[in-house]
Nanobody, 129 residues
Framework: QLQLVESGGGLVQPGGSLRLSCTAPTFALHGYTLGWFRQAPGKEREAVSCILFNGVTTGYSASVKGRFIVSRDNAKNTVTLQMNSLKTEDTGDYYC??????????????????????WGQGTQVTVSS
């Protein structure tokens, strides 16, 4: 059973940075497409970023491109989301996701909620002064 565990959420001021991490304690992630979704209060869940197994191909939503960086370390079995220049609208619950398909991630597209079969429990990010 692939279980994803996120960490690193918290409270940060606008303009600040935060780093989220995700790992699978009992499962190897190296062959999986990984990514991040978020859900703001009262809004639908939306894709944020994704990264293929090779660690080279990445995708970002328009709202975070240029501010967020996704990376993975297959040796450490982790995926990380570095969030910079945070805005109040970045507030929400952030979910780590995984799928065994490479079709769910490219430079131009991140798959939908239903495309990713494995989800973490989420970690809360609050951007507020």
């Amino acid at each position: 059973q692939l279980q994803l565990v996120e960490s690193g959420g918290g409270l940060v001021q606008p303009g600040g940075s935060l780093r989220l991490s995700c790992t699978a304690p009992t499962f190897a992630l190296h062959g999986y497409t990984l990514g991040w979704f978020r859900q703001a209060p009262g809004k639908e869940r939306e894709a944020v970023s994704c990264i293929l197994f090779n660690g080279v191909t990445t995708g970002y939503s328009a709202s975070v491109k240029g501010r967020f960086i996704v990376s993975r370390d297959n040796a450490k079995n982790t995926v990380t989301l570095q969030m910079n220049s945070l805005k109040t609208e970045d507030t929400g619950d952030y979910y780590c996701v995984a799928d065994d398909s490479i079709a769910v991630c490219s430079h131009d597209r991140i798959g939908s909620v239903s495309d990713f079969h494995y989800w973490g429990q989420g970690t809360q990010v609050t951007v507020s002064s």
